[in-house]
């Protein structure tokens, strides 16, 4: 069974950094593709930056050059590095992860229950 945790949010002004985590078992991080995603209520949810189990990696283009997706093999992690922060990044952020397809479908069969970015003024 697949469980994704989320960790690293709170609250931050605008400008600051902030780096999520995400620690999976049950699943191997380098095994598929893994994402972040983040919603806020009425919007529809947005996949922010995706990494293939290669290592190639995509970004949303609201958050590149701004955002980093990485991941530790060793610990079975994967990280959300987020710098610049604005307040349009307020969001409830989500990992996911699934096979490669699930990259470029952005379909992913296992999800984290979330952290919660606020970026205030």
């Known amino acids: 069974q697949v469980q994704l945790v989320e960790s690293g949010g709170g609250s931050v002004q605008t400008g600051g950094s902030l780096t999520l985590s995400c620690a999976a078992s049950g699943y191997t991080v380098s095994s598929g593709c893994m994402g972040w995603f983040r919603q806020t209520p009425g919007r529809e949810r947005e996949l922010v930056a995706r990494i293939w189990s290669g290592g190639t990696t995509l970004y949303a283009a609201s958050v590149k050059g701004r955002f980093i997706i990485s991941r530790d093999n060793a610990k079975n992690k994967m990280f959300l590095q987020m710098k610049s922060l604005k307040l349009e990044d307020t969001a409830m952020y989500y990992c996911?992860?699934?096979?490669?397809?699930?990259?470029?479908?952005?379909?992913?069969?296992?999800w984290g229950q979330g952290t919660q970015v606020t970026v205030s003024s």
């Open positions: 996911a992860a699934g096979p490669d397809w699930t990259c470029t479908s952005k379909d992913f069969p296992d």
